[in-house]
């Protein structure tokens, strides 16, 4: 349809959004709700209805007369695949065009900045496209989060897989033959974590404790990217005059300090000086221990691990207390992999942020731990795919 010559005064694609968020919907609601005549709500009924974007569920309700039909989006019109890149793993789900998440795992994954990196991400999600007899056609995005500095438009990725002179997105394509948008991974599990919370909130600071350490906000309603997508670097906030080399190059970054990387790094450095844990055993056997072999020693009350944790907390909470400072949010959620560990990590955290916030401003802002697990990133991925694939639609 031609958009130019098109008389309604909305789109068939901005009615199919209407009905993405509203659900079940009849003819006689969407012209009351979005003040169109029935006539053009007929025709863009018809339009979406004809190209199987919507289906008929039956009969709504009314007070008097014939019941009009009741319709509503067509789930198998479509597919979205969304895949979470951490440190030792990937998350993987697959939803409909509903919205209804289908499926799901998690894969181990080493995070590297190679080509390997590149080839062993393409090899798993072909495995899961092929595990879970994904229709290649309907297949219309795949998300992907990627930890660092994310241009989406440009399909840039310029923390890992940095060394590629096409933008990722390219490359991804070629290799897997289907489009692909990417997202910051931080970003994108705020995403997740708005659409399932439903957070009536407008004001909200996202705080991603993995392997690094990011934010991101929602300021009155909108999502803050800045101007290339960059906004939200909190792990970079120069914090320490301390000599630990960070990953972007410079020294003294907060997430040297605080994030799953510097949980690891104190625990090597503690287990390297004759400090106990249950983690020992493995440390001396030189076995591999990762974020999520610690996160779990903690919550079996390993002391030197909770020691460590608490620190971590107390010392983000001064940052959260700048922030809180800075914006006023109304809500802030600490989320990732270390939220997993609970009140180790969450009481020390809310003690310095009563400690260094301004009282007034501090007033009225709510802290919560995130109640999701790690697939929340992978969630939020679908839902950019779609919000891509409609994006990109012409009707
Ligand atoms: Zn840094």
Redesign the pocket.
Known sequence: MDKSTCKFKISPKELLEFFIERGELTIPLISKELDLSMPTTNKLISYLYDNNYIINVGKGETGEGRPPSLYKVNNNIGFFMGVDIKKDFIYINLMDFGGNILRNKNCKYNLENSYKGIKDLCNLINETLKEWSVNKTLLKYIGINIPGRIHTEEGMSHTYFSFLEDPITEVLEYELNHKIVIENDTRAMFLGELFLEKYREKNIVFINVGWGLGSAFLVNGEIVRGKDGYAGEL??FYAYDNEVL?????KG????EVSGSAFYRKLMDSLKNGKSSILSKKFNNNDRITLFDIIEATNSEDLLCIDIVEHIGSELGKHVANLINLLNPELIIIGGSMAATGDYFFLPLKSSVKKYTLKIVNKNTNIVLSKLNDNTGSIGACFIAREKYLKKMTV
Not at 253 to 256: D, Q, R, V
């Open positions: 792990g970079h960070c990953h972007c190059g410079k970054c907060l997430e040297t």
